[in-house]
């Protein structure tokens, strides 16, 4: 795919030879054309009559633009003129802006005047790049022109991308039907549009010493995408890319921190109120099976534990160390832990960065890197894991097991994750805190879990990656097995950044976030609870084999609210078959709506719910169900939860297992039953037409991304 | 305001003689100058040495456009040629269109050739005007051009409108930013703007006969806004506005139906089980003082009250009736009660409209419209009114009394609004079901609840408005005093509409209700939870005295996740002053975070929780509080719900009475704590930082639109 990187490479070292960061256009042109970026026809002129010709060979109508080295902004010189019909318009344009220039700037070096091909039609999209200090090169596309700044309807991802990838840039932005041709404008050229995505994105990956492209305009019409203006900054200080382990390392590091053989307290006490006691009780109670050694000079016996003074006293290997004594005597003790050979450390001690201690956590760090030691934390309430019974925390034993595992940044928020998963009795693998991340952050978890198979759902919460490149690139290939669910923090936070071009200046933080997870398959939570309840449905959930939602509904009310909700998470309503409709009718009164939602009305008796999800459950061509269930005297809330949970579980036996998700309005009953529904993975809220669809439309997003449904072939087939 | 509305009246009443409904471009630009629309100068030619005459008058460049009678689509015909420079241009150009436009329609009438003035610079909008069978007249804003079809940026209110909701339209297109100035381009003429849009409005209101105006595009300039293309669509067929009852007599109406001094419940029955008997029941265990009276034919005593066989028996005066007979007796019945002087009567019977049944609901409001009689329903749960401990209704008695009043349209509804209702403890002023809305709606509880003191804050769920436009009339008076929160379910069904115009096309049902909400300061719930959780909030918080909002966390996580949701839901967190900042120092570790938010830390004790709140409570440049807390062993989930509640409930008896409002992250035990906040008046939730500043975020929207906070002066004084 590279274009010729041997004129590239000359280019920039002229630039560089300049003492000059930004290209001027004739290098620009350059550049394009040796990486194939379609550019129009052009010449350089260095007299008047030199401009006539070149114009005649382009053909009218031409731009005519100043060249100088010394002008950047070549518009605000007044160093430019569109539309020249004729040959007297181009001799005049000529004179007009080598005299705006002079006057610019008095003693500007003019190099000669540009004439170039004016494209007309088509629309002005921009295609851009940025290094990004988090995520490296980023490609971004958008609409150009006087909107580029107006609507930021922009879209990014990390360079390299694909050709898929560009293509669904397209789509990504708000305007994208322009590019699918509207009245009296044709559709672009989408294939042509997505090789320049590429072509710029493959640029950035050759040449590091390119901070930012802007093509802006980029016209794009039926017959191809061209490069109007191109403006490329080169920054001759190129920061390298820091060393990354091996998953195998990552993982094996990782097995040995949560699926240890034998663990040290440091810092165990025998008392009670301690987070040296607390640490102790909750491994013990929490069921862990290995060698447990309690750390501290002052005792004998803790929790019938015999003590040792220091880890180098254990007479066994031991694996990994929690550390529950104060921060300033870390890495003294470590030092110690790195001589006995464990490999892991849990620093549960707050005062370290997080207080402005910066020096005394790389103290830490360099005695772990030392020993080759890996740190999870400091500041952190500790981790749960518990396919091996291993609650190494001061909070509260975990006890419901499951396949979600649940990560946070912030011990507040990791706090949650604990009360809301008791709560809703959400089975989970692993709860981590990761507070500082001195060492040991998300792509390692991320990393550990691909393979974990007690795991099959990750949810994170993320204030900043370190390296958003290397989480990225782990969580697109983890993604296609386990959803992972993301919640970053800060994300209206666009944190100014100076920036010398239109994509440097869009390129707030959060933008680069949005595409770059969406790139990698990420379910993206906009706030604590949404996670928590994506995490939720995701685990409860089965997959659906394809894009037909069923909605059945004893409101006509909540089929209504159902539907709006079905729109805004992405889900397809399936288009009623004849013969399903038929079906259907038979089991609902005269009155009641088939069609989808069916509406089998408010007055009905259980046996009518059964009849109609029986029919659902069973029928091939519906993938998912969303039931609106309305609380009457006839059928009473828990009669209702009771029948479906019989339906449902009848049907699993029978190896059918679809998403089944509730919606129960009603008295203060429906609380009771949509918690028995959720006890048999049967997705149910009361009072909330939101939710279960919204947990659903989480599912199914995805299974999409993961290729396990095709975006159409599953639907209404 | 208006224009000449003779001009235009001749030009209409032209149009409609000529058996078209379409005007062409000379008779819109008549229309446009009678109406001080700006149009670029223009004058028609009869022959191409004409056009050359008029081309030179007005000043180059010019465009050229064929006039037909027979050709509406100019562009589509060839008839259009715009840039033309000079004289040789224009003859060229006037032998094209003319040529084109026979070719395109071989015996069209050709008028002539308008030439018109080029307007260049600005931006290209859209103004426009539709009928709409709910809301009359409309108009719309958006982005004009190529990008009306593809971004459909745009945004509707009632016509007429004033010239401060012009303005407010031209801020709430997503591309409100190019009109106040991108690079290259200066700010457009705001007030020519939206003095254009208003005298739209005005034409639409002054004459019925125009169904759609599309001025597009109209060119926004610093120096002005012209409409460049004028579209006027003219319907013979005016619809006459049906007739409405006055505020007084739906209030005087209302007041007898919720507040009766006796009550006859028509098909009461002996036998628990039946409607007819729930509803006696709830009436009698509800509390209600009034007189009550069974009319059962084959009874003498129900629930110990005697039985009449008719209402016509019953010896005093009686109000209102509540129907609990199959519907096909209803009309029969409702005949007795005309004659008894009964003047509301509650029809909970189904089996009308909702089933088909239109022509049997017909007959029972002829016999209302004879009598006089309003009807609420029929298919209804009933109503609620606390303050008459009146539960009219087969669902259970409620009993928290308070100042929220909901509605439904869909029985279902009413049944979560119920159920949250009670989970919540929030108190209800009433609960009221309106299923078919035969007669009673949305306007008539409006206002009445305007003037009925012992409601505050009014939640509606609405499927579709009979008549959108009284609706939101009534509304806009509304809510200038009290928080009206509308869920419209139906939202994505944007309904397919026959239209001649852009503006037609884009008016999808849920873009006018959102404009037209939005005007009449409505605050919009996107799903059911949303409308009951602000229906909570609004209640629960004072009014804020400004914009100032304060974020205390003890939890650097959640103040984060908090300050997002502040950006999402429009609040402005404050920005300290240094003085503020050196106080709130004071209280908290030198580690920890002032500024906005307050970061506490997570190890401190409840004094220190206590001493920030307390500062923030009594300091009168903070006007609201949103407070984060972290579940610690230091400070326990009880500990901190008591001291909270403490310290507010001590600022209100000094007079202090600002909105709290907290999220609690912890293990299960925040859940309890969370409860006991609120049932002290502080919006209190457990894992989640979204729903307390969602809630705090619907007041401030009430608060500013009732003019109560001055958007800017408020802030930071």
Not at 73 to 100: F, M, P, S
């Amino acid at each position: 795919m590279s274009g010729d990187q041997s004129r590239v490479r000359a280019v920039f070292e002229g630039v560089k030879a300049a003492g000059r960061n930004v290209l001027t256009a004739p290098e620009a042109r350059e550049v394009c054309e040796a990486y194939g970026l379609p550019v129009p026809k052009e010449g350089l002129a260095r007299s008047i009559e030199e401009a006539v010709r070149v114009a005649r060979n382009i053909g009218f109508p031409v731009a005519v633009k100043i060249v100088s080295p010394d002008i950047v902004h070549k518009t605000e010189a007044g160093g430019v003129q569109l539309g020249l019909n004729n040959t007297r318009e181009v001799r005049q344009a000529y004179r007009t802006i080598t005299a705006n220039a002079w006057n610019y700037q008095f003693d500007a070096r003019i190099t000669g005047v540009q004439v170039q091909q004016m494209v007309t039609g088509g629309s002005e999209v921009i295609v851009g790049m940025i290094r990004d200090p988090a995520f490296g090169p980023v490609v971004m596309f958008g609409l150009g022109g006087v909107f580029v700044e107006t609507l930021q309807d922009t879209t990014f991802r990390l360079a390299p991308t694909t050709s898929t990838e560009a293509l669904q840039m397209l789509d990504d932005i708000r305007g994208a039907a322009l590019l699918r041709g509207v009245r009296g404008l044709p559709a672009a050229d989408r294939q042509a549009l997505a090789a320049l995505i590429v072509k710029v994105s493959q640029l950035a990956a050759d040449f590091p010493e390119v901070s930012e492209i802007d093509l802006n305009p980029v016209m794009a019409s039926a017959s191809g995408a061209i490069v109007v203006d191109a403006r490329f900054v080169v920054d001759a200080a190129v920061q390298p890319q820091p060393p990354r382990p091996q998953a195998w390392e990552m993982r094996a590091a990782m097995r040995r921190i949560l699926m240890p053989d034998a663990i040290a307290v440091i810092g165990a006490s025998p008392e009670a109120g301690k987070i040296g006691y607390a640490v102790m009780e909750n491994i013990i109670n929490g069921g862990y099976q290995g060698q447990l050694y309690p750390i501290n000079p002052r005792a004998d016996v803790i929790l019938g534990r015999p003590c040792y003074r220091s880890v180098k006293d254990i007479p066994g290997p031991v694996d990994i160390a929690i550390f529950c004594i104060p921060a300033r005597f870390v890495a003294q003790v470590l030092e110690e832990c790195g001589e006995k050979g464990v490999r892991g450390a849990v620093l549960i001690p707050s005062g370290f960065a997080e207080v402005g201690e910066a020096q005394l956590q790389q103290e830490v760090v360099d005695v772990a890197r030392n020993h080759n030691i890996r740190l999870m934390g400091p500041n952190i309430y500790g981790f749960y894991y518990t396919p091996q019974n291993l609650c190494a925390t001061f909070c509260t034993p975990y006890n419901e097991r499951g396949s979600v595992a649940l990560t946070s940044q912030s011990g507040g928020v990791g706090m949650a994750i604990i009360g809301f998963s008791r709560s809703n009795k959400m089975g989970v693998s692993a709860i981590i805190g990761l507070g500082n991340k001195s060492d040991i952050d998300e792509d390692d978890l991320l990393t550990f879990f691909e393979e974990d198979p007690n795991t099959q759902v990750i949810a994170m919460h993320v204030e900043d990656l370190k390296d958003g490149r290397a989480f990225a690139e782990v969580a697109q290939r983890v993604t296609r097995q386990k959803p992972v669910v993301v919640l970053k923090a800060g994300r209206t936070d666009m944190g100014a950044r100076a920036a010398k071009s239109h994509t440097g200046a869009l390129a707030g933080n959060d933008r680069i976030y949005e595409g770059v997870l969406r790139q990698a398959g990420v379910i993206r939570a906009r706030h604590l609870n949404e996670m928590l309840e994506f995490a939720k449905a995701l685990q409860m959930l089965p997959t659906p084999k394809g894009e037909n939602v069923l909605i059945v509904t004893g409101a006509g009310g909540s089929g209504v609210l159902l539907s709006d909700a079905c729109v805004d998470h992405g889900l397809r309503l399936m288009s009623m078959p004849p013969d399903l409709d038929q079906a259907f009718r038979q089991f609902i009164p005269p009155f009641g709506a088939a069609g989808n939602p069916v509406d089998i009305t408010g007055g009905e008796p259980p046996e009518t719910y059964r009849k109609t999800i029986n029919l659902a459950l069973y029928e091939p061509r519906v993938h998912a169900l969303i039931l609106g269930y309305w609380h009457t005297i006839i059928t009473p809330p828990m009669t209702f939860a009771n029948l479906l949970v019989d339906v449902v579980e009848e049907a699993r036996r029978q190896g059918i297992d679809k998403p089944v998700v509730a919606s129960l309005v009603g008295d203060v009953a429906v609380e009771v039953a949509a918690r028995h529904l959720q006890d048999h993975r049967i997705l149910a809220y009361p009072y909330e037409t939101e939710k279960p669809v919204a947990g659903l439309g989480a599912k199914y997003r995805w299974a999409r991304n993961a290729g396990l449904l095709s975006p159409v072939g599953g639907f209404d087939s």
